[in-house]
T-cell receptor
Framework: QKEVEQDPGPLSVPEGAIVSLNCTYS??????FMWYRQYSRKGPELLMY????GNKEDGRFTAQVDKSSKYISLFIRDSQPSDSATYLC???????????FGAGTRLAVHP | NAGVTQTPKFQVLKTGQSMTLQCAQD?????MYWYRQDPGMGLRLIYY???????DKGEVPNGYNVSRLNKREFSLRLESAAPSQTSVYFC????????FGPGTRLLVL
């Protein structure tokens, strides 16, 4: 079993929809949780970063962490065609310096 | 402040040829990483360097070597390229979270 599981999609939604992207993990030592966005032929860029259970909001994006269920989510409100990208979740243990990535979910937002 | 830079952006090699991928960061981060990304496989860690002078194997180190030249630079070497090493290679550095370079697309014929 992989340490981090992420549905690869693809996920196709109409413009304006609410998008929910999810990852589950098995290692309870993970303390830091990140979401990266990767456009085609580009490097991943950090979108959201959190280290506690609960919600963190940044504009149209909300990151949610549930440590008891080992489950993290990224919500995108009022999705736009420019949100079309691959979204990768990543996690880091407190005492380590290696990020563990999910496989990435490909999202397409169509006008 | 350029962040993480990688050279070259694109390279074509013949089987058996060697090459070095260069990476540099100007954020004074201790930790640096090399990943490869293949369709459906996500990012797989090849090697990492927790600090200057140290390197460790990641998930897929076979066929690669690395050098942490100084705090800024971390290079990845393919001694004898194979078609299975056709991939996109990303370098990253870490301080609380990872910052990625733009990637090197490598095609091995």
């Amino acid at each position: 079993q992989k340490e981090v599981e992420q549905d690869p999609g693809p996920l196709s939604v109409p413009e304006g929809a609410i998008v929910s992207l999810n990852c589950t993990y098995s290692n309870s030592a993970f303390q830091y949780f990140m979401w990266y966005r990767q456009y085609s032929r580009k490097g991943p860029e950090l979108l959201m970063y959190t280290y506690s259970s609960g919600n963190k909001e940044d504009g149209r994006f909300t990151a949610q962490v549930d440590k008891s269920s080992k489950y993290i989510s990224l919500f995108i409100r009022d999705s736009q065609p420019s949100d079309s990208a691959t979204y990768l979740c990543a996690m880091l243990s407190g005492g380590y310096n290696k990020l563990i990535f999910g496989a990435g979910t490909r999202l397409a937002v169509h006008p | 402040n350029a962040g993480v830079t990688q050279t070259p952006k694109f390279q074509v090699l013949k089987t058996g040829q060697s090459m070095t991928l260069q990476c540099a960061q100007d954020m004074n981060h201790n930790s640096m990483y090399w990943y490869r990304q293949d369709p459906g496989m996500g990012l797989r860690l090849i090697y990492y360097s927790a600090s200057e002078g140290t390197t460790d194997k990641g998930e897929v180190p076979n066929g690669y070597n690395v050098s942490r030249l100084n705090k800024r630079e971390f290079s990845l070497r393919l001694e004898s390229a194979a078609p299975s090493q056709t991939s996109v290679y990303f370098c990253a550095s870490l301080r609380e979270t990872q910052y990625f370079g733009p990637g090197t697309r490598l095609l091995v014929l």
